[in-house]
């Protein structure tokens, strides 16, 4: 069956480090992959989408890599500040994308 | 403003009262789904519908309903409520023309009792 797996246990880091998430995907295809951030309460918001063709995609402090060998994403955000602090999902999305399951997220904590 | 909304926010309803969450855009997508969100279990697809009268169900429709008669619209209908569909419930929207990014709503949390 179909799986996404994200670091169920938090991630605390310093303020000024470089956070990175990871999105490991099983018995999946994605043409793409997604990420998200979603604050307590709120719906999730979108970051950033990274093709497979693509290696590595960056916006601003934000860095995604795909690695389709690995069945793998990693998520970078550089110079972390508290207000990174939330919970990002990863989706792996198929061509027609017309059905998106998410991974259950990670939990990031960023301290002053 | 572009924007997906969902009423209500918060509804507290007791077992096999009929109930229904409304999800509306401004964006003039195609696409919208329902989720629901459970402390452990992460966002779940409840359905989707690329069109107006084109619905398909996603990982969890039991106890579910949808309809698209409007492009705007796409309310969540649970018929007879139980206690194991409380949860947040979240209505997300997409052009299927652009990217793939989904806009997502606020957000409704039920409690059913």
């Known amino acids: 069956s179909q799986k996404i797996e994200q670091n169920s246990e938090a991630l605390n880091i310093q303020e000024g480090k470089t956070a990175t998430l990871t999105c490991n995907y099983t018995?999946?295809?994605?043409?793409?992959l997604q990420w998200y951030r979603q604050d307590p309460g709120r719906g999730p918001v979108f970051l950033l989408l990274?093709?497979?063709?693509?290696k590595e995609k960056r916006k601003e402090r934000l860095k995604v890599t795909f690695d389709t060998t690995l069945k793998q994403s990693l998520f970078h955000i550089t110079a972390s500040q508290p207000a990174d602090s939330a919970t990002y999902l990863c989706?792996?999305?198929?061509?027609?994308?017309?059905?998106?399951?998410f991974g259950k997220g990670t939990s990031l904590l960023v301290t002053p | 403003e572009a924007q997906v909304t969902q009423n209500p926010r918060y509804l507290i309803t007791v077992t096999g009262k009929k109930l229904t969450v409304t999800c509306s855009q401004n964006?003039?997508?195609?696409?919208m789904s329902w989720y629901r969100q459970d402390p452990g279990l992460g966002l779940r697809q409840i359905y989707y519908?690329?069109?107006?009268?084109?619905?398909d169900k996603g990982d969890v429709p039991e106890g579910y309903k949808v309809s698209r008669k409007e492009k705007r619209n796409f309310p969540l209908i649970l018929e007879s409520p139980s206690p194991n569909q409380t949860s947040l419930y979240f209505c997300?929207?997409?052009?299927?023309?652009?990217?793939?990014?989904?806009?997502f709503g606020p957000g409704t949390r039920l409690t059913v009792t």
């Open positions: 989706a792996p999305t198929p061509n027609s994308g017309y059905a998106l399951n």
């Open positions: 964006m003039n997508h195609e696409y």
């Open positions: 519908s690329m069109n107006v009268e084109v619905t």
């Open positions: 990274i093709r497979e063709n693509e």
């Open positions: 997300a929207s997409r052009s299927l023309a652009g990217g793939h990014e989904q806009y």
């Open positions: 018995n999946y295809s994605p043409a793409y």
